[in-house]
């Protein structure tokens, strides 16, 4: 069973930045848009930024000019580089593969999640 494991989280003050981290461990096969998503408490979980296989990024228009995404195809591996962090960017973040693994179905793979808080 493939699992995403993220690392990176953290706590920072407001105007600081993160970097999350996020790779598969276990067999798979193909990975074609990874992502990034948040939730924050009493709140729906919300996609921050996207990334195709090509390279095509998409970000929410509250994160966009501060947050980066990236991938590095040859470590199947997703970043999240956020920076001027603010208080309402604190949120359980979770990565997202739509990947194909042992089973050969196609199919949206998480994370377990990881804490970011930004305090004022």
């Known amino acids: 069973q493939v699992q995403l494991v993220e690392s990176g989280g953290g706590l920072v003050q407001a105007g600081g930045s993160l970097r999350l981290s996020c790779a598969p461990s276990?067999?798979?096969?193909?990975?074609?848009?990874m992502g990034w998503y948040r939730q924050a408490p009493e709140k729906q979980r919300e996609q921050v930024a996207t990334?195709?296989?090509?390279?095509?990024?998409n970000y929410a228009n509250s994160v966009r000019g501060r947050f980066t995404i990236s991938r590095d195809n040859a470590k199947s591996t997703v970043y999240l580089q956020m920076n001027s962090l603010k208080p309402e960017d604190t949120a359980v973040y979770y990565c997202?593969?739509?990947?194909?693994?042992?089973?050969?179905?196609?199919?949206?793979?998480w994370g377990q999640g990881t804490q970011v808080t930004v305090s004022s």
């Open positions: 997202n593969f739509y990947m194909r693994g042992r089973d050969l179905i196609w199919k949206d793979y």
């Open positions: 276990g067999r798979f096969f193909s990975i074609n848009t």
């Open positions: 990334i195709t296989v090509g390279g095509t990024t």
